[in-house]
């Protein structure tokens, strides 16, 4: 039997676990442990300090659709982009991981909310494997400021739960249901009144009501307003409390999301059972949704014939090799990525007919191009624009933003352009 009951839907069954971690190699994993050590090195003090917020599943239109009060302050007082373009997969996990690294995931190596890894013949979707630092490739930012003697605070972020595990990022925040959006706005505050040589320059802050209200009700819904509007609310108490610090002329806010969000139907969708025999065990089927990620037993199945043989009865979407996979997704040069991967026309979905009853009403993971997929950027703190608007980009390109913004030196091998970001929201 196929390995099917590894297989999830992506973010059609379960909820994002954010967990991570930082570095993979062992000499990477001993360079973080010479970190900031909790104390910001003399010369770092005098930096400003960057809030970076993930409203997960925030899709770009909602800022124009909803009366959001709170959002319109931030965006006429800093730069807003027409759209946040999400890497391909435009799930949760390997954006979240981007967004910190500058990297695609065929670089940083999380491909997907759920993935196998033949070489490990693991699949990466649990507690152990999410917080099992080896699966993760590239140097997120608190890594970055961490080495360079500055501190960071990391809440709620994928990549930043594993630090327990013997880094030297020393401001974590418990993860759980029952923490409040008040109480994780606190923890920021509380992190931000710290003594200046203890003080985070560097904060993530996430919440996942957008995308929780997406899925459960559709990206059209009315329970998709009442969500922004809690949103925009937490956001005016995190803008409130920052007034009342002797540091907020020094501190950018920066508001991101990871995708978008569609509604969908009963009848939008294709069945895997219908397309695959399942004939050896040797063989992992999953990442199922918007796409669908192939690992194939070479002893069984040639990938040229089987992309042939779905290609044949395949309706609403297409079956590609690895490497033929579209240049613009830049989804190929992993193994992490199936044999076979087949991509779904918006807004259809593949998926296996035993997961049905748990399918929801609104769904991402499709072609980033999707201006349904995009996410939002909102851009405020000295120096920034007032209210300008920038085209929608990649969001590969807020990496090096955050480093610049603090002053710190930026690996040379990132995708994400230094400087072009920058550019566009700085007077």
């Not at 699966?135 to 930043?160: I, N, S």
Request: glycine share 8%; charged share 20%.
């Amino acid at each position: 039997m196929i390995l099917r009951g590894l297989v999830l839907l992506g973010s059609l069954l379960w909820p994002p676990l954010l967990a991570g971690a930082d570095q993979g190699s062992p000499v990477e994993q001993r360079l973080s442990s010479q970190g900031s050590g909790g104390i910001n090195r003399e010369d770092q003090q005098q930096k400003p300090y960057v809030i970076l917020v993930s409203l997960d599943g925030f899709r770009a239109d909602y800022l124009d659709r909803f009366d959001l009060p709170n959002f319109r302050e931030l965006m006429n007082n800093g730069v807003r982009a027409e759209g946040l373009m999400p890497v391909f997969p435009s799930v949760t996990r390997p954006n979240h991981y981007s967004i910190v690294t500058g990297l695609y995931p065929e670089r940083h190596g999380i491909v997907g909310n759920v993935f196998y890894d033949p070489a490990r013949k693991e699949v990466f979707y649990d507690e152990p494997t999410l917080r099992d630092r080896t699966w993760y490739r590239g140097q997120p930012v608190w890594v970055t400021a961490e080495r360079q003697g500055m501190v960071a605070a990391c809440y709620l972020w994928v990549g930043c739960a594993t630090q327990s595990q013997g880094s030297t990022l020393r401001h974590l925040a418990p993860d759980g249901p029952q923490i409040s959006n008040q109480q994780r706005v606190d923890q920021i505050l509380a992190w931000l009144q710290l003594p200046p040589d203890r003080r985070p320059h560097l904060l993530t802050l996430y919440t996942d009501d957008m995308d929780e209200a997406g899925h459960r009700f559709g990206a059209d819904s009315p329970e998709i307003r009442l969500a922004a509007e809690g949103v925009d609310q937490t956001l005016g108490l995190l803008l409130d409390r920052l007034k009342t610090l002797s540091i907020r002329e020094q501190i950018y806010v920066i508001i991101v999301s990871d995708h978008g969000m569609l509604s969908i139907r009963r009848d939008q969708f294709v069945w895997m059972d219908d397309l695959v025999q399942e004939k050896t065990p040797n063989e992992w089927i999953g990442t199922m949704g918007a796409y669908a990620s192939l690992h194939l037993d070479p002893a069984a199945h040639n990938p040229v014939q089987t992309r042939d043989q779905l290609n044949a009865s395949l309706r609403h979407g297409r079956a590609y090799l690895r490497e033929e996979l579209p240049e613009s997704l830049h989804y190929r040069h992993d193994r992490r990525i199936g044999d076979v991967v087949i991509l779904m026309d918006m807004p259809y979905l593949i998926l296996w007919k035993e997961y049905a009853p748990a399918i929801l009403v609104g769904e991402h993971g499709w072609n980033p191009d999707h201006p349904e997929m995009h996410g939002i950027f909102v851009a405020s703190g000295p120096g920034i624009k007032r209210g300008a608007t920038i085209p929608a980009f990649e969001n590969i390109h807020i990496y090096p933003l955050l480093a610049e913004l603090l002053g710190l030196t930026i690996p040379p091998d990132i995708n994400g352009r230094p400087g072009w970001l920058r550019g566009l929201i700085l007077e």
